[in-house]
């Protein structure tokens, strides 16, 4: 183990936020719906022109709520 001793568990510690961009693209998508299902993980954002307005998991058909914007200045 190469954690120090008094390192916390990775569930106690807060996750990681994540914004992706091209969520509705080829690698957007599958990268998208793992990143969904990791307890670390917070998909906080999504950019996607072609989807703008929308929720991811309207989009992808994943459990997000997260409205995708048109790009990241939004």
Do not use: F, W, Y
Request: charged share 20%; hydrophobic share 35%; with cysteine.
């Amino acid at each position: 183990n190469t954690q120090p001793m008094n390192a916390k568990p990775k569930s106690a510690q807060r996750p990681l936020t994540v914004c992706v961009t091209g969520v509705t693209g080829e690698v957007g998508r599958p990268l998208t719906r793992v990143i969904c299902g990791q307890e670390d993980m917070l998909l906080t954002s999504a950019v996607a022109r072609s989807a703008a307005g929308r929720t991811v998991g309207e989009a992808i058909n994943c459990d997000s709520h997260v409205k995708i914007r048109s790009s990241l200045a939004d």
